[in-house]
């Protein structure tokens, strides 16, 4: 009876599915276990093999946290909204609920081939309906909330509204906009609608602002920082620019503070908290105003260094600072224009990356220094940005490299404020070490004392006051994108309504075109029947727009972070129509225990998801305020690309042994044509129809009669052709071959290369624990007494597998089961008492095998209802010793003996032995060395 893999795993999936038998219960008696993959997004390539790594790891955990009697909540999901489907409309015509269907049904197919135990019935897809309607809920409850700084939380705007009108703005401690003017309650209640709604606006914790934005013109949208990559969009490779534009914002710099102290209440990797300490940037120092000569202008900058004031020569403002236009010269203007038309190219991360290029202007005007009232001209540079502090800095060469850089090739004087420091080579004094020089109230004085001072005597002219500041910038939310949620907001006289959340899902249009309109508005601008009926609380056609009773439409949509930072949440209670789900539901599941996921979203997703469950929190939505309690990184599966060499300026491509001094170019080529010895398969190349006639007439140059590759490991991608298909690996090894080797491939944080040759390892051993159960005949178990030895191995094995898992150390549980099947081969092990269990401790890494072979052992529940074995470690304590016994320094046997023997029973026992007395042949030993629990030498 051979080991079918494709009929058991085929069998047991259906049953799975038949059964519900992962489905969750919500408030079960059972203590709850919530496992957690990150959102997939379904692209039309479907999965590779590197894609299941980290699902493979949380189903493992999954199936053993119910094994060890857990509840536990195993969801799945699409985060199905996204660019790759529209940019596909834009290039097919067709529409990206379609593609994204099929994508998913892909998915689904390859998930359920696996073997994943994921409650199904829970499913959640972002562009759906019936969950968007959840994201525009909650923007809606981000407009109407504010946050208090007082009470660090946010809070309803109608309270605020209501300070307004009873005492105006004067003691409000809000987190808000900058220029914030002061007004009384007589003022406030003289103030039309449209300025009060203005004014609001600089309060709510989403709201409209001209923001600088990355514009992609190519794809008629804004990008995210983490959508760039090397100065271009990720999706396409095209041109990015800075430009300013009337944006939705969430002012997510409300809670840096909270974001920071969260991170010490949760069991996530440092690797990644560090990246969000960093990304939230928090700095202490303070804020300082600097007058522009000859203008009501005024500078504002914040400053880590207070201290080092009387070191500023010149100020440096981004060039997109709103200053720059109104104080340039006339004499200044052409230079500065043409500046800032060239920096808008440069995206922002290219601009904080580059710390060599040196570029800048002249703006022609001059500030004024706070207390030596000294003119200091003011510049503009790029590696100054708009959204970073103020968008302007004290520029202090003698104690920056970048503004030493500047001053030296612009030839700005340079100011050296520390004494005994030889600032020539741009040395600069480290901190600690700083003495302040050229100033009365500061000479002399250290580092921490100066910058005390320097505050003191800023706020005593006016002109500064102690700050804390923080990095992380309000996140902008408008995409001009088709392919996302719509905003539930509508327009009367130029100022945004929010829908009633009784009338969602607000539902995306249908539209002709998916590109922007011919005047420049985004995709939704194609729509025409998309205004919004406030008599009837319906959306109806543009035509019935009278600005009375039908209002337009945003025609904007959200980004793709918007449908993924509460997903967690619903799958708590997906089909609640009334929330996003039920009290109950949320009481009982509370969080995620344990959520597995890339780094590469250490801050965006993480971030923003952190964001929303903290403003959930405050709105007693959810009831904590941290939606995962740990949270490991998956490392990545590398594919090993397969180069074929063209010889420049012909159609000939050399073998890689033939390569020599002669030029070549190396051209990725398809891995499924190249053997394990690194051979190609020249006809296969040539015949595929994806290279077109590139390599139809080529001539390749063999070695040895056969076209050798050449190799190198980077990561899996369709445009290097190194994706491995799990399809094919299934197909031709079976689920638990695939489970099994990728966890086998090494730690699950680390980045380990793919080799399709190596699975035979797993899948032999799979072939062999087989063959423990089932002969030729059929099954073999009996319900013979385990022995000793068997029961030795059962208990060391489950100590070890409950160890790594605990641990997630899953490499080392493939390695301890191969070591056991070996030795309960070699006992002849047939007990039922020791290969039952086995299989428990099996069925989370391999389920499929598992399921069948505890079947064929005569259970009729699945595999997943059976208790883990409990280890005893008293099978692993010798009671015996095999002692080797020597003859003068040379062992000639073992004899067994027990370890609590005397050294005297010991030493008789031996000189009983009858093979002792073969080698003595009748003479008598000088001497016993008895050595307990390790040898017996006779010397003779």
């Known amino acids: 009876m051979n080991y079918n893999f494709n009929e058991i795993e085929a069998k047991w999936q259906k049953y799975w599915a038949e059964n519900q038998t992962f489905k969750a219960v919500n408030g079960s008696e059972k203590p709850k276990y919530y496992v957690l993959d990150m959102f997939p997004y379904p692209s039309g390539a479907g999965l590779h093999v590197g894609h299941p790594l980290g699902y493979i790891a949380s189903d493992i955990f999954a199936r053993y946290k119910r094994h060890q009697g857990f509840n536990v909540l195993h969801p799945q999901g699409y985060d199905s909204f996204g660019l790759p489907a529209e940019q596909y409309a834009i290039q097919t015509g067709q529409h990206p609920a379609i593609t994204t269907k099929d994508n998913i049904a892909t998915y689904r197919r390859q998930l359920d081939q696996i073997g994943f135990s994921f409650d199904w019935s829970r499913e959640v897809r972002t562009s759906d309906p019936s969950y968007y309607k959840w994201t525009q809920w909650i923007f809606i409850q981000l407009f109407n909330s504010w946050f208090n700084k007082d009470t660090n939380k946010a809070e309803e705007i109608s309270n605020l509204v209501s300070i307004f009108a009873a005492e105006g703005n004067g003691t409000i401690n809000a987190v808000c906009d900058d220029n914030i003017e002061l007004f009384s309650a007589e003022a406030w209640e003289g103030f039309d609608s449209k300025k009060q709604q203005q004014i609001l606006l600089q309060y709510r914790l989403t709201y409209l602002a001209e923001t600088e934005v990355n514009w992609c013109p190519a794809l008629g949208t804004v990008l995210a920082n983490d959508e760039i990559v090397n100065g271009v969009s990720e999706r396409g490779g095209h041109a990015v620019i800075r430009k300013k534009m009337t944006q939705w914002s969430m002012r997510i710099s409300a809670y840096a503070e909270r974001l920071l102290q969260g991170l010490e209440t949760i069991d996530w990797t440092d690797s990644l908290k560090e990246s969000q300490r960093n990304w939230i940037g928090k700095s202490v120092g303070a804020s300082v105003t600097f007058k522009v000569k000859d203008s009501k202008a005024v500078i504002d900058v914040f400053t880590t260094r207070p201290d080092t004031i009387f070191g500023v020569s010149f100020m440096t403002l981004a060039p997109e600072h709103e200053l720059v236009q109104q104080i340039t010269t006339p004499e200044q203007k052409a230079e500065v224009d043409a500046y800032i038309l060239a920096t808008?190219?440069?995206?922002?991360?290219?601009?904080?990356?580059?710390?060599?290029?040196?570029?800048g202007a002249f703006t022609g005007a001059y500030a004024e220094h706070p207390f030596t009232k000294e003119p200091i001209p003011v510049w503009i540079g790029d590696y100054v940005l708009a959204g970073y502090g103020t968008g302007a800095v004290m520029s202090v060469p003698c104690g920056d490299e970048r503004d030493y850089a500047f001053a030296k090739h612009f030839n700005i004087p340079i100011i050296n404020i520390f004494e005994g420091v030889d600032i020539s080579e741009g040395a600069f004094s480290d901190k600690e070490k700083t003495v302040i020089g050229n100033s009365d109230f500061l000479n002399g004085m250290n580092y921490k004392k100066a910058t005390k001072r320097a505050i003191y005597e800023l706020e005593q002219i006016g002109q500064g006051e102690g700050k804390t500041n923080y990095r992380l910038r309000d996140a902008v939310f408008s995409r001009q994108r088709y392919w996302g949620e719509p905003f539930p907001v509508y327009y009367v006289n130029g100022m945004p309504q929010m829908i009633a959340a009784e009338h969602l899902p607000i539902k995306l249009p249908e539209v002709e075109k998916y590109l922007?309109?011919?005047?420049?508005?985004?995709?939704?601008?194609?729509?025409?029947?998309?205004?919004?009926?406030?008599?009837?609380?319906e959306v109806v056609s543009n035509d019935l727009i009278d600005n009375e009773t039908i209002h337009p439409l945003e025609l904007n949509t959200m980004p793709g972070w918007a449908g993924s930072s509460f997903y967690f949440n619903r799958y708590m209670d997906p089909e609640n129509q009334n929330a996003i789900a039920s009290k109950e539901a949320m009481d009982y599941w509370k969080d995620v225990d344990l959520y597995i996921g890339g780094s590469e979203h250490a801050t965006g997703h993480l971030l923003y998801a952190r964001f929303w469950q903290k403003f959930l929190f405050d709105k007693g939505v959810v009831p904590v305020d941290e939606f995962a309690k740990k949270l490991i990184n998956q490392g990545m599966i590398l594919g090993t690309s397969a180069f074929v060499y063209r010889e420049e300026g012909t159609n000939t491509y050399l073998s890689a042994g033939l390569i020599t001094d002669k030029k070549v170019q190396a051209l990725h080529v398809k891995v499924k044509y190249v053997n394990a010895s690194d051979e190609l398969d020249i006809e296969g190349l040539k015949s595929d129809g994806e290279f077109g006639e590139d390599y139809k007439d080529a001539e390749f140059i063999l070695e040895d009669g056969v076209y050798k590759v050449g190799r190198d490991v980077e990561k899996m991608s369709k445009s290097k052709y190194n994706v491995v298909n799990p399809d094919d690996i299934v197909s031709d090894y079976g689920a638990d071959s695939l489970r099994l080797y990728e966890m086998f491939l090494g730690p699950l944080e680390q980045y380990k290369p793919w080799n399709t040759a190596g699975i035979t390892g797993v899948h032999n051993f799979l072939?062999?624990?087989?063959?423990?159960?089932?002969?030729d005949n059929g099954l073999k178990i009996t319900e013979a007494t385990p022995t000793k030895d068997n029961l030795k191995t059962l208990h060391k094995t489950i100590k070890k597998v409950q160890e790594d898992i605990e641990n997630f150390s899953f490499n080392t549980s493939v390695s301890t089961f191969m070591i056991a099947a070996n030795e309960l081969t070699a006992q002849k092990c047939t007990s039922k008492d020791i290969l039952e269990p086995l299989l428990v401790l099996m069925s989370p890494y391999a389920p499929h095998i598992a399921e069948e072979l505890w079947s064929q052992l005569g259970n009729r529940e699945s595999i997943s209802t059976a208790p883990f074995p409990e280890f005893d470690a008293s099978h692993l304590v010798e009671s015996s010793k095999?002692?080797?016994?020597?003859?003068?320094?040379?062992?000639?046997?073992t004899m067994e003996l027990p370890l609590d023997m005397s050294k005297d029973d010991i030493e008789a026992a031996v000189l009983a032995n009858e093979k002792t007395q073969e080698q003595l042949a009748g003479r008598?030993?000088?001497?016993v060395i008895v050595v307990p629990g390790k040898i017996v030498n006779i010397v003779g």
């Open 924 to 927: 008598t030993p000088k001497k």
């Open 516 to 537: 922007p309109t011919e005047t420049g508005e985004p995709p939704l601008g194609n729509a025409t029947v998309w205004a919004w009926d406030t008599n009837k609380n």
């Open 882 to 893: 095999n002692y080797p016994i020597s003859f003068n320094g040379k062992m000639r046997f």
């Open 767 to 775: 072939k062999k624990l087989w063959k423990l159960y089932v002969g």
């Open 344 to 359: 808008a190219k440069r995206s922002e991360r290219d601009r904080m990356a580059d710390v060599k290029t040196i570029s």
